[in-house]
C-alpha cells in the first residue's frame, strides 16, 4: 500500500530522533528483559496520539489456568512448555489485562481498546507441536488430539488465551 514500515530489533534499528503512528508487539512483550525500558522507548517514539498494540498470551487464560492446574498436581511439564523453558527465547514474562494496562499505564499509555483472541486456532496447530523437541511423538499425538477435543469449548465457552490490547501515547514529553 505504499506505507513505510521499519523492520528490525527494537528500540536498537530505530534513529532516534524518528516518530512512528503506530508500534505493535506481536508475541514479543513477553519475551523482552526490560518490559518497562520497552514501553518507554515506544513513548519516546510514538507521536503524540500514537498507538501501541500489544498482542501476548493472558495469564488468566484457560490454557495457562489448566497448565497451572496441572503444576499443582506434580505434572508442570505442561507450564513449563508455556513458559517455552528450553527454548531460544522462552517467555519471561505472563501478563493479564489488569496488570498489562497497569503497566502500560505508568510508561504514559491509556487503554482504547480490550480484546481477546480464540485460545487456539486447528490450522498450524500441529506444527507448532512438532516445534517442542522436548516431548516425544506420542504426547505430541495425545496432546493434538486433546486440543482437537477441547477446540469447541475452548472456542465458545472458556476464557480466551491471547489479549489484544490497543493503547494510546498520552500527551506530553
Known amino acids: 500500500r505504499g506505507l513505510p514500515v521499519r523492520t528490525g530489533s527494537f528500540p536498537d534499528d530505530v534513529e532516534p530522533s524518528a516518530r512512528y503512528d503506530l508500534i505493535t508487539f506481536n508475541d ?11 514501553l518507554e522507548a515506544c513513548r519516546a517514539h510514538l507521536a503524540p ?8 498470551p493472558d495469564s488468566h487464560g484457560v490454557l495457562y489456568q489448566i ?3 496441572w ?31 497497569r503497566l502500560a499505564a505508568r510508561h504514559g499509555f491509556r487503554l482504547l481498546r480490550p480484546n481477546t483472541l480464540a485460545s487456539m486456532r486447528v490450522r498450524g496447530l500441529w506444527s507448532r507441536l512438532a516445534m517442542d523437541r522436548s516431548a ?17 469449548l475452548m472456542r ?11 493503547y494510546q501515547r498520552e500527551a506530553g514529553p
Open 28 to 38: 514479543v512483550l513477553e519475551h523482552l528483559p526490560d518490559v518497562g525500558g520497552a
Open 49 to 56: 496520539g500514537g498507538k501501541l498494540a500489544v498482542t501476548l
Open 67 to 69: 497448565a497451572c492446574l
Open 71 to 101: 503444576a499443582r498436581a506434580g505434572r508442570g511439564a505442561y507450564l513449563e512448555r508455556l513458559w517455552q523453558v528450553g527454548f531460544p527465547s522462552p517467555h519471561l514474562y505472563y501478563f493479564n489485562a489488569m496488570n498489562l494496562s
Open 136 to 152: 516425544s511423538g506420542v504426547a505430541k499425538v495425545v496432546t493434538y488430539g486433546g486440543l482437537l477435543l477441547a477446540h469447541p
Open 156 to 166: 465458545f465457552v472458556l476464557p480466551a488465551d491471547i489479549l489484544v490490547q490497543i
